[in-house]
């Protein structure tokens, strides 16, 4: 099975051609090595950051921007996100602050990616 990307490493967006042959997986279109590892890496297990929103109260905004501290499992962003849809926080929050943890059993948080004051204060 040979599936194809388009590199995100750098700025060159090699096109990329992926397959397996025997153990080994082979890339072939790439111009440098960190083309190589994204391609073996989103051949065998893709990975993606998330960015959201999440409700708050509390607030003059309604929604809070939040990130997740790692890559987590391609397969896993959308179960991620209807995770987080779930949830509401209280204002105030501070940029990094821990919002979700271990979301959906991946082991990687979820954090605010900005710091919001409590209405009136």
């Known amino acids: 099975m ?3 990307f388009t590199c995100i490493v750098c700025p060159m967006s090699c096109h990329l051609t ?13 111009s440098c090595k960190r083309g190589k590892i994204f391609g073996e ?9 998330l960015t959201t929103t999440v409700k708050i109260t509390g607030s003059h905004l309604a929604r ?6 790692d890559e987590i499992p391609k ?11 779930k949830i509401t926080v209280e204002a105030p929050i501070k940029r990094g602050d821990i919002i979700m943890k271990d979301i959906c059993g991946t082991g990687i948080d979820i ?4 710091s919001i004051k409590k209405e009136g204060i």
């Open 64 to 69: 809070l921007p939040v990130i997740s501290n």
């Open 2 to 4: 040979k599936k194809e």
């Open 41 to 49: 890496n989103e051949f065998i297990n893709p990975k993606r950051m």
């Open 75 to 85: 397969n896993k962003i959308f179960e991620c996100v209807n995770e987080l849809y």
């Open 111 to 114: 954090v605010a990616s900005r």
């Open 18 to 30: 992926v397959y397996k042959d025997g153990n080994d997986i082979i890339v072939e279109g790439n």
